[in-house]
């Protein structure tokens, strides 16, 4: 089967940098994203890792290990707006291209003053 | 460009009914998936369409049914509603079918089943 965990919640401060995790298995990977989700509107791309190392967007970065099947999210100057969920989700390849996402549950992140 | 719409925005329907769903891609995008969030399970991979074909689907009852036509837009149906099937419906495009596109959420579809 198919499995993505990631925390439920987290809480830090403005201004401060915040890591939400991710750990997958699945079968056929072949790619990980990361995509932010604001209540009450639709999940927004963050960022894209199929090779393993950090890729860096601005005050977000994202990291993969594929041989751990581990990833994570690096949010840097944490700021208000960034109150949302994270979803990490896997790309998974079925005898050819595919779109299909599998989505973990997401990771409901508070920033407080 | 205009994003991904979908229509309606809200609905409520009884248990028995069936339902329909519409999403228009970004135009040029021939990719179009859908998806089911809920609270307690997250976002559900329900299918995949690309050139009006269905290339993947997900882990659904046959209740749950798609098309897509030929200027890319895309319907889903849900048959007998339950329920379980309360949940927000997301729609996403990309310009084609493959693992490495962005695919682009619309605002979703908010079913009520009482």
């Known amino acids: 089967g198919q499995n993505i965990d990631q925390p439920t919640e987290m809480t830090a401060t403005e201004g401060a940098i915040v890591q939400i995790n991710c750990t997958y298995q699945?079968?056929?990977?072949?790619?990980l994203f990361w995509y932010q989700q604001h209540a009450g509107e639709a999940p927004t791309f963050l960022s894209y890792?199929?090779?393993?190392g950090l890729e860096e967007k601005g005050r977000f970065s994202s990291f993969l290990s594929r041989s751990k099947g581990y990833s994570y999210l690096l949010l840097k100057e944490l700021q208000m707006k960034d109150s949302a969920s994270y979803l990490c989700?896997?790309?998974?390849?079925?005898?050819?291209?595919?779109?299909?996402?599998?989505f973990g549950t997401g990771t409901l992140l508070a920033v407080q003053p | 460009k205009a994003g991904v719409t979908q229509t309606p925005r809200y609905l409520i329907k009884t248990r028995g009914q069936q339902v329909t769903l519409s999403c228009s891609p970004i135009?040029?995008?021939?990719?179009v998936s859908w998806y089911q969030q809920t609270p307690g399970q997250g976002l559900q991979f329900l299918f995949e369409?690309?050139?009006?074909?269905?290339?993947n689907k997900g882990n659904f009852p046959g209740r749950f049914s798609g098309r897509q036509f030929s200027n890319s837009r895309s319907e889903m149906n849900v048959s007998t509603l339950e329920l379980g099937d309360s949940a927000l419906y997301l729609c996403?495009?990309?310009?084609?079918?493959?693992?490495?596109?962005?695919?682009?959420f619309g605002p979703g579809t908010r079913l009520t089943v009482l």
């Open positions: 996403a495009s990309s310009a084609t079918s493959g693992s490495s596109n962005e695919q682009f």
């Open positions: 699945t079968s056929g990977f072949n790619g």
């Open positions: 890792n199929v090779l393993d």
């Open positions: 989700a896997v790309s998974l390849l079925y005898g050819g291209a595919t779109n299909k996402l599998i």
């Open positions: 135009s040029g995008h021939r990719s």
């Open positions: 369409y690309f050139s009006e074909t269905q290339r």
